[in-house]
Protein backbone atom coordinates (compact mmCIF):
# COMPACT_ATOMS: atom_id res chain seq x y z
CA UNK A 1 0.00 0.00 0.00
CA UNK A 2 1.13 3.43 -0.63
CA UNK A 3 0.26 6.33 1.12
CA UNK A 4 1.46 9.96 1.04
CA UNK A 5 1.58 12.21 3.98
CA UNK A 6 1.99 15.95 3.86
CA UNK A 7 2.66 18.34 6.52
CA UNK A 8 3.46 22.48 7.06
CA UNK A 9 0.45 24.67 5.28
CA UNK A 10 -1.24 27.28 7.70
CA UNK A 11 -2.12 30.29 7.95
CA UNK A 12 0.36 33.53 6.80
CA UNK A 13 -0.31 37.02 6.14
CA UNK A 14 0.55 38.43 2.51
CA UNK A 15 4.03 38.51 1.21
CA UNK A 16 4.82 35.90 3.54
CA UNK A 17 6.31 32.71 2.89
CA UNK A 18 5.54 28.48 3.73
CA UNK A 19 6.78 25.39 2.97
CA UNK A 20 4.87 22.14 2.20
CA UNK A 21 6.32 18.44 2.47
CA UNK A 22 5.60 15.06 1.43
CA UNK A 23 6.56 11.91 2.02
CA UNK A 24 5.47 8.88 0.25
CA UNK A 25 5.20 5.54 2.47
CA UNK A 26 4.78 2.45 1.70
CA UNK A 27 5.73 -0.45 -1.00
CA UNK A 28 7.69 1.54 -3.56
CA UNK A 29 9.51 0.43 -6.30
CA UNK A 30 9.26 3.72 -8.51
CA UNK A 31 8.34 6.79 -8.48
CA UNK A 32 8.05 8.84 -11.14
CA UNK A 33 6.82 12.66 -11.35
CA UNK A 34 5.36 14.19 -8.55
CA UNK A 35 3.80 17.47 -8.01
CA UNK A 36 1.58 19.88 -6.20
CA UNK A 37 -1.90 20.47 -7.29
CA UNK A 38 -4.44 23.24 -5.04
CA UNK A 39 -8.08 23.82 -4.85
CA UNK A 40 -9.72 26.73 -3.96
CA UNK A 41 -13.43 26.65 -2.92
CA UNK A 42 -15.47 26.93 -5.92
CA UNK A 43 -12.52 26.27 -8.29
CA UNK A 44 -10.99 23.07 -9.71
CA UNK A 45 -8.20 21.67 -8.83
CA UNK A 46 -5.21 22.88 -10.68
CA UNK A 47 -1.61 21.67 -10.80
CA UNK A 48 0.91 23.93 -9.01
CA UNK A 49 3.82 22.59 -9.92
CA UNK A 50 5.69 19.28 -10.72
CA UNK A 51 9.34 17.38 -10.57
CA UNK A 52 10.01 14.54 -12.39
CA UNK A 53 12.37 11.59 -11.15
CA UNK A 54 15.70 13.63 -12.46
CA UNK A 55 14.76 17.20 -11.37
CA UNK A 56 13.12 18.52 -14.08
CA UNK A 57 10.73 21.44 -13.07
CA UNK A 58 6.99 22.81 -14.59
CA UNK A 59 5.15 25.86 -12.54
CA UNK A 60 1.70 27.73 -13.33
CA UNK A 61 2.21 30.97 -14.33
CA UNK A 62 1.01 32.12 -11.82
CA UNK A 63 3.46 31.22 -8.87
CA UNK A 64 6.88 31.25 -11.24
CA UNK A 65 9.22 33.19 -9.27
CA UNK A 66 7.45 32.51 -6.38
CA UNK A 67 7.45 29.25 -5.44
CA UNK A 68 10.14 26.54 -5.82
CA UNK A 69 9.27 22.64 -5.73
CA UNK A 70 12.15 20.37 -5.17
CA UNK A 71 12.26 16.56 -4.25
CA UNK A 72 14.81 13.87 -2.21
CA UNK A 73 15.06 10.78 -4.13
CA UNK A 74 16.75 9.15 -1.10
CA UNK A 75 13.74 10.25 1.20
CA UNK A 76 10.85 9.98 -1.23
CA UNK A 77 10.11 13.66 -0.03
CA UNK A 78 8.85 16.48 -1.99
CA UNK A 79 8.34 19.73 -0.69
CA UNK A 80 6.92 23.44 -2.25
CA UNK A 81 8.52 26.60 -1.15
CA UNK A 82 6.29 29.21 -1.21
CA UNK A 83 7.55 33.10 -0.95
CA UNK A 84 5.96 36.06 -1.58
CA UNK A 85 2.31 34.49 -0.99
CA UNK A 86 -0.89 36.23 -2.45
CA UNK A 87 -4.51 35.97 -0.57
CA UNK A 88 -4.94 34.36 -4.04
CA UNK A 89 -2.73 31.32 -3.20
CA UNK A 90 -5.68 30.49 -0.66
CA UNK A 91 -6.42 26.60 -1.29
CA UNK A 92 -5.93 23.38 -0.08
CA UNK A 93 -3.06 21.81 -1.23
CA UNK A 94 -2.61 18.33 -2.37
CA UNK A 95 0.40 16.21 -2.77
CA UNK A 96 0.60 13.98 -6.19
CA UNK A 97 3.14 11.27 -7.29
CA UNK A 98 2.82 8.59 -10.24
CA UNK A 99 3.90 5.69 -8.15
CA UNK A 100 4.72 2.41 -8.96
CA UNK A 101 4.15 -0.01 -6.44
CA UNK A 102 6.07 -3.10 -5.41
CA UNK A 103 2.50 -5.18 -4.54
CA UNK A 104 1.03 -5.59 -7.78
CA UNK A 105 3.68 -3.78 -9.83
CA UNK A 106 1.13 -1.55 -11.14
CA UNK A 107 1.54 2.52 -11.69
CA UNK A 108 -0.47 4.97 -10.68
CA UNK A 109 -1.43 8.14 -9.19
CA UNK A 110 -1.48 8.57 -5.50
CA UNK A 111 -2.82 11.75 -3.47
CA UNK A 112 -2.28 13.15 0.07
CA UNK A 113 -4.91 14.12 1.82
CA UNK A 114 -4.19 17.74 1.54
CA UNK A 115 -3.12 20.61 3.63
CA UNK A 116 -4.59 23.90 3.89
CA UNK A 117 -3.22 27.22 3.22
CA UNK A 118 -4.51 30.54 4.06
CA UNK A 119 -3.09 33.90 2.99
CA UNK A 120 -4.90 36.29 4.86
CA UNK A 121 -4.18 39.97 7.14
Known amino acids: QVQLVESGGGLVQPGGSLRVSCVVR????????MGWYRQAPGKERELVAS???????NYVDSVKGRFSISRNNAENTVALQMNRLKPEDTAVYYC???????????????WGQGTQVTVSS
Open 26 to 33: GSILTIYT
Open 51 to 57: ISSDGYT
Open 96 to 110: NGNIRAIVGGNRANY
